[in-house]
């Protein structure tokens, strides 16, 4: 059985608003936590730009071996990555 | 297959995308020499008799001027663009062109426009055969076809480089192309 990874939702799928996460459990003695906090920056990218940014990481920051890495030229993929960062700016803002 | 004919800029490196726009490039001046065909302007096109060395000559004239005003106003748009980005942009963008002078096979284009000169009386139009404008025709569609395709790759070309998006983008890229006209037919003109 194939296992996928539950992706995880940043808005809302009524009116569009950025979600808060509301509860957290402990899977170990099942204490849950409830409150209302906003989810960091990062994860309210999509997961394409999240697995951009786990990539560069991976590279240490090189985008010429990212480049070469998924097989696009040089400036397509520092274009990605100045999008990814001017999301990044607007959801800090 | 798209990506080749259409966004080469976004999936090649820019050593290749060099290579084969040099290699382009000689293989074009050549071929307008033997095929007796001359651009004398980024988007102009004539047939003329011409040495090699006038098509070296007219070919860096184009592909400077095209690089110097892109590269100006992709500085205009984004900071970080590269030169060798706007390089390879003008090199790669003009090959379709270089199809154009298999036209002019045995000089069927220049012999077709001097026919059509001997029509060029308001009397003398009517009895024109259409077999003299079948070839000028044909090469008319044809060679909107190629424009539009240049026009095309340039402008992505000049997008990857550039980061360009939206109007503001566009309009600084028409107006860099046709200052890159104007420039490359006016250097021909005067110095080639």
Known sequence: MIHQMKKLPVNCPSCESPLVASQLSCSECETVISGSYSLPVLLQLSKEDQDFIFEFILTSGSLKKMAAKMEKSYPTVRNKLDDILEKINNLKN | ?192
């Open chain 2, 1 to 192: 297959m798209k990506t080749l004919l259409f966004k080469p800029f976004e999936k090649y490196s820019e050593q290749k995308l060099l290579i084969a726009g040099v290699i382009a490039m000689l293989i074009g001046v050549l071929f307008t020499y033997i095929l007796n065909c001359r651009f004398v302007g980024v988007f102009q096109m004539i047939f003329d008799d011409i040495t090699v060395i006038q098509s070296i000559i007219d070919s860096l004239i184009i592909t400077s001027c095209l690089t110097i005003f892109l590269f100006i106003s992709g500085k205009l748009i984004y900071k970080k663009t590269r030169l060798i980005d706007i390089i390879v942009t003008a090199l790669v963008s003009f090959i379709p062109f270089y199809i154009l002078p298999f036209f002019n096979i045995n000089d069927t284009l220049m012999e077709s426009t001097k026919e059509i000169r001997n029509y060029a009386s308001p009397d003398m139009v009517v009895q024109m055969p259409l077999e003299t404008l079948l070839p000028l025709i044909g090469f008319s569609l044809f060679g909107l076809i190629v424009l539009i395709w240049c026009i095309t790759l340039l402008y992505n070309g000049f997008k990857t480089a550039a980061n360009a998006k939206g109007i503001k983008a566009m309009v600084i890229f028409g107006i860099a192309i046709a200052l890159a006209d104007i420039a490359s037919r006016y250097l021909i003109f005067h110095l080639n």
